[in-house]
């Protein structure tokens, strides 16, 4: 019997359990990895035990199915569960070596914590599945204390019942506001309004259109529903084609001005509207965790339409108004990147949801544990052909989702000379706009050294996709002139995936350990 | 005052919840166990407590670790997210600075990070 195969799973948030599940269920050896204390991911994110909660599955959807699925993994006998352990870097093979690259590990502290140990994993196949943030454009004052993400919002509910308002706005586009309102009433604040910036017309075009798919996502459906009603029960309004278009407050914000805006997101002048809030949540979209994929060599893309041969990635806005394909990782009908031995699944693959973020992951496993090759008993093939029709719904989904809630062309209309634009380094849009004019200031090396935009401490991952954003539009597509055989600047590449402290970094390195892992069988290839 | 916790008797997760303590630049702030950093200053009424470098007060942004916003000092190791670590009875947490220090500001209290 050959030996089994050795598969890591980064990420064990709904794509990433469910990749272990299936990689378990196809014979192989796994190794869970999540910077967090429990699986779930942001979706099935729970209040820490330590609150010793009676109903911990309050405010979570498929609770029962995903306890479910939690204990079947962790307690699986070929399963290794590492949590709070961060990926800090993916180290590539050495040319003319075979197989994925060698995990670098920080093992089990607390985050950020000194002295935590550090650890090598190499294994035959790797699944990241490492999950997506919101994206935030910038708008006058959203720097102010009391502006935050809606994430950042749905993270402190959900996971530690802390509400982040008592009078709260939530804006921006996506379904996403929803559920973010759903949780601020359950914690018991005053949710003024929802704003979603895309006008009625563009939503219902994007949902409307080809509705069949739309059928195969009922859980979905259901769940928005329950939100929308929670929110009719407190009579919260719904507001679309209109958005937070500045915060104001002195040290922290006081209140926001709205306004209605056209499809492409521009103003509608005469119809700014004050209203007071001590804390707003806005999210646009998500941006997907690519350092680890890019660490790895793993192609980008546009996601295409489920069906076409180059199937992956996802379908970009209807008006072009992201400037640019979004950079999803490109992967094809076994969720394979480009990279051999190296699987991708969930929200790093497009913006779907957790539904399709599970199917995406039983796919990614399966393949990750057999190598790719088709199963061999009829059973196991009608299963992977579920999943797989699940997984391209779930891509349908996607691309509904993408058409339903673009991001409008017109939103550098909001912001000022001052406003700010990285936050870090507190570049404003004035800047940016001088150092994109001026020809050498184009090439996003030279502009980012100029403005610091990027340099600070987020390297960028806040302010990277807006300022490249408006890069193009104010510059073009000037070519990058690497400085000194430096590779070209690009916004998600990062040397770090985590951060990591020196005297972590000095410390010797050495192979994990564990039952799935014995270090005799890692140095033996 | 308007973040919060939802108090124990409102939460319907039916929490129990352990009191801990904390110190923030010295000042003692409670909690309760299994809250992260970011959570537990939040909830004892404050809304920031990092400055860019212009001075502007920060606080929390994205909440998963993404903007490094959040950033202070636990036990005198430095830059530590507030939303990503838990917080520990007796942890001394002090706030910081990415603001250049003008001759009359005194000690540097900066992280230093990112110069
Ligand atoms: C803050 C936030 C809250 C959200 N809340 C909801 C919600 O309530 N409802 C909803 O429908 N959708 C929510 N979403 C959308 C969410 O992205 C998807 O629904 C779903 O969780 C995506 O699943 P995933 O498995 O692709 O990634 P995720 O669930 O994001 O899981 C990724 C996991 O990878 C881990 N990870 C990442 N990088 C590393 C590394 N280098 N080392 C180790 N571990 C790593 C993370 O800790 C995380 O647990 C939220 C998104 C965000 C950003
Ligand atoms: S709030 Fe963004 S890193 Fe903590």
Known sequence: MPAARRVAVVGAGPAGLSAAQAALAAGARVTVIDAAEEPGGQYHRTVPAAYAPRRPGHLQHGWRAFEHRRRRVLAHPRCTWLPQTSVWALERPRPGQEGPPRLHLLCSGPADGAGRPRRTLDVDALVLAVGAHDRVLPFPGWELPGVCTAGAAQALAKGERVAVGQRVVVAGSGPFLLPVAASLLDAGSQVREVLEANTAATTARGWGRRPWELAAQAGKAAELAAHAAALARHRVPYRTGRAVVEARGDGRVEEVVTARLRADWSVLEGTRRTVAVDAVCVSHGFSPQLELPLAAGCALGERAEPGSDTAGTRASGPSGSRGAPDAFVRVDERQRTSVPGVFAAGEITGIAGAAAARAEGAVAGWSAATGGSAPRDPGTRRALRALRRSRDQGRAFAGRLARAHPIGAAWPGWLRPQTVVCRCEETDYGSLCAAFATEAGAAPRVAKLNTRAGLGPCQGRICGPTVAELRRRLAGDAPDRPAEGLPAADPHRRPLAQPIRLGELAAPSAPLTGPGHRPEEESSS | ?115
């Open chain 2, 1 to 115: 005052m308007s973040s919060r916790l939802v108090p124990t008797e409102r939460d319907a997760t039916g929490r129990g919840g352990r009191p801990l303590r904390i110190t923030v630049d010295g000042v003692p702030a409670d909690g309760i166990a299994g809250q992260t950093l970011a959570g537990l200053l939040l909830a004892s009424g404050r809304s920031s407590w990092r400055q860019a470098p212009s001075g502007a007060p920060r606080g929390v942004f994205c909440g998963i670790g993404v903007c490094f916003d959040c950033l202070v000092t636990v036990n005198g190791e430095p830059d530590v997210r507030a939303c990503r670590r838990r917080a520990v009875d007796g942890d001394e947490v002090t706030t910081g600075s990415r603001a250049v220090p003008r001759p009359t500001d005194g000690p540097e209290s900066g992280t230093g990070e990112g110069q």
